[in-house]
């Protein structure tokens, strides 16, 4: 990677950067995150939360319902309200960050397309990126490197 990503809410009082390329990005097509972003599906892109630096204000969790009862907060920006970021299940170490809210946003491109089963019938999916029904066994599907990192945060 030449060039940290960089990105933030839209009035721009939430500024972060990511310091390294994200382990994984999801494409998820679940009723939630269609409720929640209002729109057909979302992408986050999962990195450890040291290594995305917040360079300006303060994003603030809100708890939202789930389907399986596990914690969500969605981290806003206190002024407009845009969603920057995701902890799910309580695990404050891991961050789904937006992808739409980099400032280059075709940056990150999905690694996998899940809960398929919900997807809108009009979204096509790309060839050569697998995606599945529900969720799916990141050890099978993440790169090596990936693996690691994600072992170094949850042991
Ligand atoms: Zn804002
Ligand atoms: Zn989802």
Redesign the pocket.
Known sequence: MTEDLEGG??????RYRLISRPMFVHCCHCRDCQWQTGSAFILNALIETDRVSVLSGKPEPTAVPTDSGRPHHIYR?P??K?AVWSVYGGAHKLLFVRVGTLDDAVALTPDVNIYVRSKLPWVMLPEGIPSFDAYYDARKLWPPASLERRREIFG
Do not use: L, Q
């Not at 809410?9 to 939430?14: D, H, I, M, P, R």
């Open positions: 809410c839209a009035c721009a009082a939430v920006c002024s407009c845009v």
